[in-house]
């Protein structure tokens, strides 16, 4: 079993191009989720997906998208970078929301917007 | 918002020696989860306390939860050169039913040979 997979590992946009993060997991988990982390804090939810075909916002939604495609891809959506948008990007997984349950993470895109 | 906030945020041991790092909170919640995070990669899941225990277990980590000081604790014994790492607290705050977890900054630790 891969876990949860992040396409791709490292991307350089210039400010205003847009583009699309990849997450995938094997696990058969019912909740994603897409963080960011920035330098000195921790990881703050962007947006979720509790189960197949639900989407919601988290602490920081302004300037992205998700779409749950199934229930194993969720991908985040960059439709204009911009340069506060540099950060390092996590996919996580979880069983079921609601539920107390750890969350497994996949390895991270590495953002940069010029 | 960041719940939890892990103290200290820098911390240097030797191998052999314990590493203690805490986090406070604000609001009440579920559970309180330890992650760790090694350099360049994502985060691993250590330990899980729900709000109803008061310390728990596992190999070589101790995690203590004080809910009335809204408080949580990570001890690791005997440390090694691979738990140099940071170490994040994230709280399960009970006013959101998603299971949304709010993480701190994280406590990096050194462990020098």
């Known amino acids: 079993n891969a876990g949860v997979t992040q396409t791709p590992k490292f991307q350089v946009l210039k400010t205003g191009q847009s583009m699309t993060l990849q997450c995938a997991q094997d696990?058969?988990?019912?909740?994603m989720y897409w963080y960011r982390q920035d330098p000195g804090m921790g990881l703050r939810l962007i947006y979720y997906?509790?189960?197949?075909?639900?989407?919601d916002k988290g602490e920081v939604p302004n300037g992205y998208n998700v779409s749950r495609l199934n229930k194993r891809e969720f991908s985040l959506r960059l439709e204009s970078a911009a340069p506060s948008q540099t950060s390092v990007y996590f996919c996580?997984?979880?069983?079921?929301?609601?539920?107390?349950?750890?969350?497994?993470f996949g390895p991270g895109t590495r953002l940069t917007v010029l | 918002s960041q719940q939890g906030e892990e103290d200290p945020q820098a911390l240097s041991i030797q191998e052999g020696e314990n590493a203690t790092m805490n986090c406070s909170y604000k609001t009440s919640i579920n559970n309180l989860q330890w992650y760790r995070q090694n350099s360049g990669r994502g985060l691993v899941h250590l330990i899980l306390i729900r709000s109803n225990e008061r310390e728990k277990h596992s190999g070589r980590l101790r995690v203590t939860l004080d809910t009335s000081k809204k408080s949580s604790s990570l001890l690791i014994t005997a440390s090694r050169a691979a738990d140099t790492a940071s170490y994040f607290c994230?709280?399960?705050?009970?006013?959101?039913?998603?299971?949304?977890?709010?993480f701190g900054a994280g406590t990096q630790v050194v462990v020098t040979p």
């Open positions: 696990m058969n988990h019912n909740s």
């Open positions: 997906s509790a189960s197949e075909g639900t989407t």
């Open positions: 994230a709280t399960d705050p009970v006013a959101d039913s998603w299971g949304k977890l709010q």
């Open positions: 996580a997984s979880s069983g079921s929301a609601g539920v107390p349950n750890e969350q497994f």
